[in-house]
């Protein structure tokens, strides 16, 4: 049960004053989450600081600057009658007798009138501007009196934001969240604490949301920190938790001569690479013995997960029972299902697809058949956890592409059967520092090598400026009848721009090459996306415009340019991802990142070395080191994945010591029963990690 002290910070943020069912959709965006909660918005950091202390004189004011000004109000010049496109004009001045002129576009006259009294002295704070001349400040952030510039913050938090939502709807939001906070057991170790300096979660959250200086917002803050460690504190003891429980249950043996193996081998067009025969015998070994299988396959992108997959599902499957392949799209799944499909038939294998997509008297069908155990292999995504999914006897869970999951999906699936062994498969070639972050002591095994046959990528890096040439060489492979991917730029944020962005270019190049070319994107109903994908595969078009919905595990072999639009933008590990949709077949491929000049040099040394190197290990040892040497991404990008607050190049560092602590915990206290226990079950319930606490053995 979640303590009763935290029932304020899981209110629904409808909860705060101001924030009605309109806003909530937004920050429903904005904090990634459905039906977001107070302590989602508490966790949302600011990106920055406005720093308002600077108090000058008019005549000391300078342009760009955000300053302060006490002025007296002189005169309203409303837009004419006949141009209400021309801005509301205030002229103020302060005894420096210089003037400052406030410029408010389609604002009310009679709300100005009293905002800005004429002869009447205010407090206005904003960015200062020169126009034609004159000092103005377009829309001022404040306009307050006397009274009201006591209460007025000198250094305020910005936010990262979503469209539609104002910096003063979050800031005030905030305020009633932070009025909010409990106080809370002190959960870290009190030593630990006095050493590093670090506050109180509390007062770590006033802090940052209420900072006295600019850069009491920085990740290296204390209050930040103290933050970030909480954060691997508690995936840390997740891990730990899930790792106990795993260990305790014993597993339950699948033993299978390999008759099944050997039919879709055969039916295979191809060998398999040694690393892939090395992973299928280290997965049935695991699979055959008594204890349960907690199994990362990781290999790089086109290192031929798949079927390997697919053979371990086939030896739980020939032992007379089920497996699961669940992936993080509806695309991936299908494709899947298309891959898997003429192999399964080759071995007999009742193979079976469940997505939101199948609904009604469909999904009821299936259901049955999987319950009585007339399915042998369902594929899915995500929809294979929900609760009303259930298995005759579930074996194996593979679970691709798991970054994309937690710990809570991985649960929820090795929860449908008895003593389930878990295969997972992972493209992000993670370095191995932090292989344990994520996996703990999963046993790992790797697909170094490419399948035979595979031809280098020729990767270029080309300034946006020459787009037309770029678009004259793609019209030229299109007419030698070649494939084609073309990715829109990755706007932070703001999925519309994104989606805006694509059509526009869509629309573009189906003007010069007409209906070969097809456009897909994460906006688009399941089904439309795989009829455009399906065309692209049959090669019924040629350039697919998409966002980065084609980004995780897509095949098509035949395809061999990926033109990637404002790759300055995307991560390195993404570009990565991106570029393995091309050199699948025995094709020469291009892959051209489009930039746009002037590039930093961080910017340069990464696209750099996707020039370099095609190794997915290099190039995410490379990300991590530039990392370090200072992001031009954004906030979001620079974390570590699956983590909201602690970034690697800042916090990494602690991880060590998190791993140790949840350890030791764990080994003083199995049921967190002790008083620090008790303290940390409320740590993980504020970081959504409480599915952990259920695996905790009773008494
Ligand atoms: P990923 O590891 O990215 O999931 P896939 O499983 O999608 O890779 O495999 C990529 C492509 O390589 C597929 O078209 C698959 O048929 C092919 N492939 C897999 N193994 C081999 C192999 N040993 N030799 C040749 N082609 C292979
Ligand atoms: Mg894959």
């Not at 406005?50 to 409303?78: C, F, M, S, W, Y």
């Not at 050997?262 to 013995?289: C, E, F, G």
């Not at 997959?309 to 899947?336: C, D, N, S, W």
Request: glycine share 8%; with cysteine; proline share 6%.
């Amino acid at each position: 049960m979640r303590p009763l002290v935290l029932s304020p910070l899981f209110a629904s943020l409808t909860s705060l004053p101001g924030v009605g069912p309109k806003l909530e959709r937004l920050y429903a965006r904005l904090l990634d989450r459905e039906a977001p909660r107070v302590i989602d918005l508490l966790l949302h950091l600011p990106s920055g600081a406005i720093d308002r202390r600077a108090r000058p004189k008019l005549n000391e004011v300078q342009a760009g600057q955000v300053v302060t000004v006490a002025v007296t109000v002189e005169e309203h010049r409303p837009a004419p009658p006949h141009r209400a496109r021309a801005p509301y004009r205030i002229i103020a001045s302060d005894d420096s007798g210089q003037t400052l002129t406030l410029t408010y576009f389609n604002a009310r006259k009679d709300y100005l009138e009293k905002l800005l009294p004429v002869g009447e002295m205010r407090y206005v704070s904003g960015t200062a501007e020169v126009y034609d001349g004159n000092l103005q400040m377009v829309h001022p952030d404040r306009v307050v009196d006397e009274k009201g510039f006591a209460d007025l913050p000198l250094v305020e938090p910005v936010y990262p934001l979503t469209e539609g939502l104002a910096l003063g709807n979050v800031r005030r939001a905030m305020d009633g969240a932070l009025a909010r906070l409990p106080a809370l057991p002190e959960w870290q170790d009190e030593a630990w604490l006095a050493r590093e300096r670090f506050p109180a979660f509390t007062e770590a959250l006033r802090h940052l949301h209420r900072p006295h200086e600019p850069h009491d917002i920085a990740p290296e803050s204390l209050a930040w920190t103290r933050l970030a460690y909480d954060e691997l504190l508690a995936g840390q003891l997740a891990l730990a938790l899930v790792r106990a429980h795993m260990r305790r249950q014993a597993g339950r043996g699948s033993a299978s001569e390999g008759r099944l193996r050997a039919r879709i081998l055969k039916a295979l067009p191809y060998a398999l690479t040694h690393s892939q025969q090395k992973a299928v015998d280290d997965i049935i070994t695991d699979l055959a013995r008594p204890q349960r299988m907690l199994r990362l396959l990781q290999g790089d992108v086109g290192s031929g997960k798949t079927v390997v997959a697919l053979v371990a599902a086939a030896a739980v499957i020939e032992a007379g029972r089920q497996a699961a392949f669940m992936a993080p799209t509806e695309i991936l799944a299908r494709q899947h299902l298309n891959t898997i499909a003429p192999l399964a038939e080759a071995a007999d294998i009742r193979v079976a697809i469940l997505t939101g997509r199948e609904r009604g008297r469909e999904r009821g069908e299936i259901l049955d058949r999987l319950a009585l155990g007339d399915i042998d292999l369902l594929i899915g995504t995500h929809a294979l956890f929900q609760e009303n999914v259930a298995f005759h006897d579930l074996a194996l869970a593979v679970v691709d592409e798991q970054h994309r999951f937690g710990v809570h999906q991985r649960l929820a699936l090795t929860q449908k059967g008895e003593a389930v062994d878990v295969l997972v498969l992972t493209a992000t070639p993670i370095p191995r520092t932090l292989v344990l972050t994520y996996f703990g002591d999963m046993d790992i095994s790797e697909l170094r090598e490419k399948p035979a046959g595979r031809q280098p990528i020729d990767t270029r890096t080309i300034p946006l400026t020459r787009v037309e040439e770029v678009e004259d060489a793609v019209g030229r492979a299109l007419a030698e009848g070649q494939r084609a991917y073309w990715v829109c730029p990755l706007v932070d944020e703001s999925e519309k721009i994104d989606l805006a962005a694509a059509q526009e270019r869509y629309e573009d190049l189906r003007k010069r090459f007409g209906p070969k070319v097809d456009l897909v994107h994460g906006r688009m109903k399941g089904a439309d996306k795989d009829a455009a994908m399906e065309r692209f595969a049959a090669g019924k078009t040629q350039l697919l415009v998409a966002t980065t919905v084609i980004e995780v595990g897509v095949d098509v072999p035949q395809a061999t340019i990926m033109v990637i639009e404002h790759a300055e933008r995307f991560g390195l590990a993404q570009l990565h991802q991106l570029r393995g949709r091309v050199g699948r077949g025995p094709g020469h491929s291009t892959c051209l990142l489009l930039y746009k000049a002037p590039l930093g040099d961080t910017a340069k040394a990464r696209l750099a070395i996707l020039r370099e190197t095609e190794d997915g290990f290099r190039i995410a040892e490379e990300d991590l080191r530039l990392r370090g040497e200072g992001d031009l991404l954004g906030t979001r990008q620079s974390g570590l994945p699956g983590f909201q607050i602690a970034r690697i190049e800042t916090h990494g560092k602690y991880l060590g010591a998190a791993r140790d602590d949840a350890a030791l915990v764990l080994a003083r206290d199995p049921t967190l029963a002790t008083p620090r226990g008790e303290a940390l079950r409320h740590l993980l319930y504020l970081f959504g990690k409480d599915e952990a606490i259920k695996l905790i053995r009773a008494g």
